[in-house]
């Protein structure tokens, strides 16, 4: 029989990563950040988009790939809503989350410049 131990407390280990979020969450809500305006505007469009297909049985990989898309949506919702535009671009304060998703998808994608 297989030792399966390590995923008890690794399961221990993911209470103690919740209650550290519990403590954060409060405290982190918001990040102030400034986008170009190419990626901005993009997500806009995503924000913008209609998607009318229903969603059937999808992969894994199709499951995570559908999710980044709705990240992207919800930080164009996040510039309509809030953004501050300029020649450049634009400063707009995202959710944590979102970050997150975005910084994750930039280490799945590899270097980049």
């Known amino acids: 029989m297989e030792d399966r131990e390590q995923y008890v407390r690794y399961q221990r280990d993911r209470a103690v990563l919740a209650a550290i979020g519990a403590h954060l969450d409060p405290q982190v809500d ?3 950040v400034r986008l170009p ?3 901005a505007e993009s997500a806009v469009a995503a924000w913008d988009r209609d998607e009318l297909g229903e969603v059937g049985e999808e992969s894994i ?3 995570e790939l559908r999710n980044d898309a709705g990240d992207l949506a ?3 919702l996040m510039i309509t ?3 501050v535009w300029d020649a450049e671009g634009v400063v707009v304060d ?3 989350m979102v970050v997150a998703g975005a910084l994750r998808a930039a280490l799945e994608a ?3 410049e």
């Open 37 to 39: 305006r190419s990626v």
């Open 81 to 83: 809503g809030r953004g």
């Open 94 to 96: 995202l959710g944590v």
């Open 74 to 76: 919800l930080i164009g």
């Open 110 to 112: 590899g270097p980049h």
């Open 61 to 63: 990989a199709e499951y």
């Open 30 to 32: 918001r990040i102030t």
